[in-house]
Each structure stands twice: as C-alpha cells, then as structure tokens.
C-alpha cells in the first residue's frame, strides 16, 4: 500500500504563489509516476501536471509557465509550485501515484487534498 498526504494549501491573493506538498509513505520503493489533480467547485477533477519515475514531466495547457511540478525520490515527496496564482486555480488539489507493475500494488493512490483559494 502507498500513503499519501498533501499539505501547503491555504489562501493567497492572485498573482502571489504557494507550494504544495505530498508526502508518500508505506510502500514507496514501488513509487511509478505521480500527479497533481485538482477539483473546483461544481467542475469534475482535472490532471494539473505529472511527474514521471525520472525527469519526464507535463502540463495542463491553464498551467503550463506558471506551475512546476518536482519530486525528491529520496524524501518520497512530489511538490508542485504554483506561481501566478489566478482565481480559476481555486479548487482542492489532490495527490496521485501510480505503483510500478512488478509491485503488484495497483494503480491509483490519492491523497485526502489540500484545499488552495485564491479569490477573485
């Protein structure tokens, strides 16, 4: 099994920044790509960007130049920048990690959210 536990949400001004963080714990040699989702208010929840075992990364097109999404293997973390933070961005963000195939583990391990606002 893998855990995951998102925190660094909160309220900021649009235009300002924030960092998130996902903490991965429990199985976490079978780590496979990670991501960030998000989930605004009435609206289904969307992928914001992904992180793969390596260095391979991508982007939403609504984020691309202002979000960076990094992972530290060593630490089992994956962080996601966000910079010029806009009000549509408001919504709970959401960790998500597949597990390597030879784990046997599954796909599809999410986090309980972090909530970011950023009014209009």
């Known amino acids: 099994q893998v855990y995951l536990k998102e925190s660094g949400g909160g309220l900021v001004r649009a235009g300002g920044s924030l960092r998130l963080s996902c903490t991965a714990s429990?199985?976490?040699?079978?780590?496979?790509?990670m991501k960030w989702y998000r989930q605004a208010p009435g609206k289904e929840r969307e992928l914001v960007a992904l992180h793969g075992v390596g260095t391979a990364t991508d982007y939403a097109d609504s984020v691309k130049g202002r979000f960076s999404i990094s992972r530290d293997n060593d630490k089992k973390m994956l962080y996601l920048q966000m910079n010029r933070l806009k009000p549509e961005d408001t919504a709970v963000y959401y960790c998500?990690?597949?597990?390597?195939?030879?784990?046997?583990?599954?796909?599809?391990?999410w986090g309980q959210g972090t909530r970011v606002t950023v009014p209009s």
């Open positions: 429990g199985d976490t040699i079978c780590l496979g790509t």
């Open positions: 998500n990690a597949d597990t390597l195939g030879w784990c046997g583990l599954g796909t599809d391990y």
